[in-house]
């Protein structure tokens, strides 16, 4: 069993910062990619930015140059700093992580969730 705790999130006025994280635990062999996702009410859940196991990443267009995702594979950790926040970035935010676990399966988790708020 694996689970993903995020941490981080809350509310900010427009134009400030904050920083995400995503620590993942139990039965982990290794970790691939690692992503952050978003989903407002009403809408669909969509891609923030990835990175992988080697540090190259991917972003979405309405972040670049706003957001920076980076990790430390030792404690498992992905994290996302959020700089000159948006109201349009209020979301509740989720960290995904591709896992091969200790038998050897991969597996697709998914962490709980984070409400980021932005005021205006």
């Known amino acids: 069993q694996v689970q993903l705790v995020e941490s981080g999130g809350g509310l900010v006025q427009a134009g400030g910062s904050l920083r995400l994280s995503c620590a993942a635990s139990g039965s982990i062999f290794s970790i691939n990619d690692m992503g952050w996702y978003r989903q407002a009410p009403g809408t669909q859940r969509e891609l923030v930015a990835s990175?992988?196991?080697?540090?190259?990443?991917d972003y979405a267009e309405s972040v670049k140059g706003r957001f920076i995702i980076s990790r430390d594979n030792a404690k498992n950790t992905v994290y996302l700093q959020m700089n000159s926040l948006k109201p349009e970035d209020t979301a509740v935010y989720y960290c995904?992580?591709?896992?091969?676990?200790?038998?050897?399966?991969?597996?697709?988790?998914w962490g709980q969730g984070t409400q980021v708020t932005v005021s205006s």
């Open positions: 990175i992988t196991s080697g540090g190259s990443t």
């Open positions: 995904k992580a591709g896992v091969r676990v200790v038998t050897g399966v991969r597996v697709m988790y």
